[in-house]
């Protein structure tokens, strides 16, 4: 088993920035690609970014592609994601997500019933 927790989310003005951190315990992830993933009240849940230690390979989402930036630290088996020049509709639930020998672009395009690991998510607010 595999426990993702997501931390730094908040509340920041139209064009700031944060950082969003998923902290992966239980197993080694090095077989695994990790990513965010957001969901808005009444829609579904829609990929962000991934990263994987599978193959080293990174996907964005077409969005946040140029503003977001996902990062990782092997020795704490986190996944990272930065959020700069952030948007109203950037507003959104965060989720990490990680799914075993996965590409980064396999883990975006999977059935999200089928991804192996969730975390319980954190949320973002860009509000002024």
């Known amino acids: 088993q595999v426990q993702l927790v997501e931390s730094g989310g908040g509340l920041v003005q139209p064009g700031g920035s944060l950082r969003l951190s998923c902290a992966a315990s239980g197993r080694t992830v090095t077989n695994y690609a990790m990513g965010w993933f957001r969901q808005t009240p009444g829609k579904e849940r829609e990929f962000v970014a991934a990263f994987s230690w599978t193959d080293g390979s990174l996907y964005y989402a077409a969005s946040v592609k140029g503003r977001f930036t996902i990062s990782r630290d092997n020795a704490k088996s986190t996944v990272n994601l930065h959020l700069n020049n952030l948007k109203p509709e950037d507003t959104a639930v965060y989720y990490c997500?990680?799914?075993?020998?996965?590409?980064?672009?396999?883990?975006?395009?999977?059935?999200?019933?089928?991804?192996?690991?969730w975390g319980k998510g954190t949320l973002v607010t860009v509000s002024s």
């Open positions: 997500a990680a799914e075993r020998f996965s590409s980064a672009q396999g883990l975006a395009v999977a059935r999200k019933d089928g991804i192996d690991y």
